[in-house]
């Protein structure tokens, strides 16, 4: 069964700090990997599919990198804002569901 | 642009009572799924349903659950008889294609259940 992690569970940055978020899965034959942002109490926003065939994809001040063979995705956050606080999630397809991380909560210090 | 929409968005039962969650997935999407997530805990799957059946269900997803497509726009959960450790966040998803080994999954805001 696809196990997926997330480190680190929280971390808190001051405003305009670069940052990575990482993301490792056991079962490395994917197909993509879907980032999502979650804010407390609300539901799951889709930020970035990156297929298989892709080693990154970018959307505005996110860059997500995507290492099959190593098991590894990492979000990239440019030049953090406070609006970016949020839980960050990663999830990889199975066959008819997705596998999701625990996530890891950001803090942008104003 | 399109969304998956959830209502309630809170619902407050009694132990034992039936609830329904509701959901309208995007319209062109033919693959539904539910998912759930306890408060501190991982975004876990239910279920997914396709071609008006169910197509995967995970072992959270027991006789107390059923879902249901009643008409060409909703898509539901009931829960037969709540308990206590019903108490989570409901999320619906759809997609475009199955399988989503290439398509992105889109998901509504979530349905907060509070079990008393």
């Known amino acids: 069964k696809q196990e997926v992690t997330q480190i680190p569970a929280a971390l808190s940055v001051p405003e305009g700090e670069n940052l990575v978020l990482n993301c490792s899965f056991t079962d490395s034959a994917i197909y993509n990997l879907q980032w999502f942002r979650q804010d407390p109490g609300k539901g799951l926003t889709s930020l970035l599919l990156?297929?298989?065939?892709?080693r990154e994809q970018t959307s505005g001040r996110l860059n997500a990198s995507l290492d099959k063979s190593s098991g590894r995705s990492t979000l990239y956050i440019a030049a953090s804002q406070p609006g970016d606080s949020a839980t960050y999630l990663c999830?990889?397809?199975?066959?008819?569901?997705?596998?999701f991380g625990t996530g890891t909560r950001l803090t942008v210090i104003p | 642009e399109p969304e998956v929409t959830q209502t309630p968005s809170h619902q407050v039962t009694q132990m034992g009572q039936e609830v329904i969650l509701r959901c309208v997935p995007i319209?062109?999407?033919?693959?539904f799924y539910w998912y759930r997530q306890i408060l501190g805990q991982k975004v876990e799957f239910l279920v997914s349903?396709?071609?008006?059946?169910?197509?995967?269900k995970s072992e959270i997803f027991d006789d107390q659950f059923s879902v249901e497509r009643p008409d060409g726009s909703n898509f539901t959960l009931k829960i037969r008889s709540t308990k206590l450790e019903d108490s989570a966040m409901y999320f619906c998803a759809s997609a475009e294609t199955g399988a989503l080994t290439n398509t992105e999954a889109f998901f509504g805001q979530g349905t907060r259940l509070t079990v008393v």
């Open positions: 319209s062109n999407h033919l693959y």
């Open positions: 990156i297929q298989s065939s892709q």
């Open positions: 349903f396709y071609n008006n059946e169910i197509s995967e």
């Open positions: 999830a990889v397809p199975g066959a008819n569901n997705l596998f």
